[in-house]
């Protein structure tokens, strides 16, 4: 049996030019074939696809987690003590029962299901992550926890850090001005709360505020925000 060698595990951070695999493998972007070398054109996280396909996802477009952060979350999977959450990152975060309910209960008798099931929504903050293991969650806070109503959208997370730098004010003021929540999370998704008949120009302001940034945008949005009405 002749083993073709990769080398790097999935999740790795690659520099551009590295080479990170030599053989014969599907390519599913970011990287290069050269000869029989498979080479990283970014700066970015070395993905192993379920497919056996090779690709490096550069930084720009992909969230890194740090403690700290808050993030929205897709329940991907249950376990019997923990859940595995989707926080649109290369890696999986785990919630674990302690950092989930206020109370303990017998994980022999009580399905997990029945608290957070897949494809729901939480809110969570990372409280543990190195690069060894994957990020950890906590939802036993304020503010935190299942999203049960509202609207999900989602942007590349480098536009969020550039709103977080300078636009937060922004997010208030349509909040005081449409009597709607806003969550801001690091990984590039945002939970809207608000009236049915304000979620459409929720939206659109929301829209304007992550994605324009052109010359003189923000006073423009500021603007528009000035003429909304409840």
Known sequence: MIIVPIFFKSGNIVLPGDIVAEGNYRVSGGVTKTDNRYVSLYLGIFRIEKDGSLSVIPFKHIYIPEVGDIVVGKIRDVGVTSWLVDINSPYPAVLQLSEALSR???????????????????VARVIEFDYLRDPVLTIKESRLGRVTEGLLLEFQPFLVYK????????????????KCDIIVGKNGRVVVMG???????????LLMIFEDFSAGSTGRIKKHISR???
């Open 104 to 122: 303990p209960i017998d994980v022999t008798r009580v399905d997990l299901r029945q608290y957070l099931d897949i494809g729901d929504v939480i």
């Open 163 to 178: 709103v977080l730098e300078s636009r937060l004010k922004l997010i208030e003021e349509v909040k005081s001005k449409l």
């Open 195 to 205: 009236a049915k008949d304000k979620l459409l120009r929720i939206v659109d302001v």
């Open 228 to 230: 909304l009405k409840d």
